[in-house]
Structure formats: C-alpha cells, structure tokens
C-alpha cells in the first residue's frame, strides 16, 4: 500500500463521515419533540425589543 491508496481510503471515510453528520443533523432537528423549541426560535425576528 502506497500513499496514493492510503489517501483513497482516509478520503472515502472522511465522505461516509460528513455525510453520516449531516444526516444526523437533520435528524436531530427534524424530530417532533423539537417543534415547540424551533417555533419559539422562529418567532425572535418578530418580537420587539
């Protein structure tokens, strides 16, 4: 195995990686339990100060 190869496969995972967090951030975010806390974000804009 040569250093060409070692960096096809760290930059393989690091893809699986990224695309694993970005999933689960989604997820997380998505989820019904959150509804009431990112409605309350939502509505700081239009509130006054």
């Known amino acids: 195995m040569d250093l060409i190869d070692l960096y096809r496969i760290i930059r393989g995972g690091w893809v699986a990686w990224g ?3 970005f999933v689960g951030m989604i997820w997380w975010v998505m989820r019904p339990s959150r509804k ?14």
């Open 36 to 49: 009431p806390a990112l409605d309350a974000a939502a509505r700081i804009p239009l509130e006054e100060a």
């Open 19 to 21: 695309l694993l967090l």
